[in-house]
């Protein structure tokens, strides 16, 4: 029994220390990519707490002016017919949306380029049950998943 239970304790930590690794990975990434988009769109860009399920505030001349997600993806732009986000973040950015009367967005590094999309009722998508399946590190990896469609999202 205690072989068992010390061989899965094992697996829990090799897990842990592979979603701690990739936090911290796109961690160091983070500052570069919301820097930018400060610069690009001439605003800050004011880290919220973690209640909120969303990255950061839009602000310009100290009024709020929206949200935004960033994401960093591995891979060029062009690999993939759709970008997803879980289902959370998704239902998040409604509840910013429909709460505040404020726009969401989602903004991307990919390998070769930067995009935003501006999330509203009428961008184009689809939920599946997936999410991240290629390098899954455990059980919560996998959920649903909602699948914009990358005809939404523009060059930053």
């Known amino acids: 029994m205690e ?13 842990r220390k592979a979603i701690q690794g990739d936090i911290k ?11 930018s988009i400060q610069k690009k769109w001439k605003c800050d860009l004011n880290k919220l707490a ?4 969303f990255d950061y505030a839009i602000v ?11 994401k960093r993806r591995l891979f060029e732009s062009y690999k993939y017919k759709d970008s997803l ?13 429909d709460s505040t009367g404020l726009p969401t967005f989602l903004a991307i590094k990919y390998t070769d380029k930067d995009v935003y999309c501006n999330l509203t009722n009428d961008t184009a998508h689809y939920i599946k049950w997936g999410a991240r399946t290629k390098q899954t590190r ?18 930053l």
């Open 138 to 155: 455990d059980w919560q990896d996998v959920q649903p998943a909602c699948h914009i469609v990358i005809e939404e999202f523009k060059a």
């Open 50 to 53: 973690i209640v909120y399920g």
């Open 60 to 70: 310009k001349n100290g009024e709020l002016k929206g949200f935004v997600e960033l």
């Open 85 to 97: 986000i879980n289902l959370n973040k998704w239902i998040k950015a409604k509840e910013l949306r």
């Open 25 to 35: 990975y796109h961690e160091l990434k983070e500052p570069e990519f919301r820097d």
């Open 3 to 15: 072989r068992g239970f010390l061989f899965i304790k094992g697996v829990f930590r090799r897990m």
